[in-house]
């Protein structure tokens, strides 16, 4: 699959960086530009594991398959917490996981992550929201391990300023933020195709 010039001009700011936002509007091939910034990104033998929804699965398997299909790869899918441990033992290169199920098994995942060079993605990043929140906890309990990062969402903010928090906390821990700055400090490390850019036409 060739990108576009939207996802070329994104990816070559996302590849540059070890961990960045796209917050491209549906439609404009996030999950492309997110392979495609991991292709640009991993060392041999880097692995991969997005965090998503259950019902974005698929498309993340059609996605891999259609980009990178001279790799023959396909997505773990770690969803029964039993199996997982024997699941990760195999040491597999792509992986997705929901964010419940991650809740449920943070101490697993967190452990994998210590051990291998893995790279992280959020899917609908947005979903990780409130401090009190157990999707959040897990996820910012280990946000300090990949080796690279990768936050998507094409409503970062649904309701409010704050909800931006947690996503750039996963994205740089290290880093202090509020309300007052989040948004300054997302400005250089997020790129964005808007609704003009994909020349739609106007909503009858």
Not at 8 to 28: E, H, Q, W, Y
Request: net charge positive; charged share 20%; proline share 6%.
């Amino acid at each position: 699959r060739s990108l576009t010039a939207q996802q070329k001009r994104n990816v070559r700011l996302l590849a540059a960086i070890s961990a960045g936002a796209t917050f491209s509007v549906p439609g404009a091939g996030k999950t492309t530009e997110a392979l495609a910034t991991f292709v640009c990104r991993a060392k041999p033998g880097e692995r991969l594991l997005v965090i998503a929804p259950k019902n974005a699965f698929a498309a993340w398997d059609e996605q891999l398959a259609d980009c990178l299909p001279s790799w023959g790869e396909t997505f773990v899918r770690l969803r029964k917490s039993a199996q997982i441990p024997l699941q990760l033992r195999a040491d597999p290169r792509f992986m997705i996981i929901g964010y419940q199920q991650l809740a449920r098994v943070r101490e697993i995942i967190a452990g994998h992550l210590a051990s291998r060079d893995t790279n992280v993605f959020l899917d609908e990043s947005h979903r990780i929201k409130g401090m009190a929140n157990v999707s959040t906890d897990a996820v910012l309990g280990f946000s300090h391990l990949p080796i690279s990062k990768l936050a998507m969402s094409g409503t970062p903010m649904p309701q409010a300023t704050s909800d931006l928090l947690p996503q750039f906390r996963f994205l740089f821990p290290e880093i202090a933020a509020d309300e007052t700055n989040v948004v300054d400090m997302v400005q250089p490390i997020y790129v964005r195709t808007n609704k003009s850019e994909l020349g739609l036409p106007e909503v009858r």
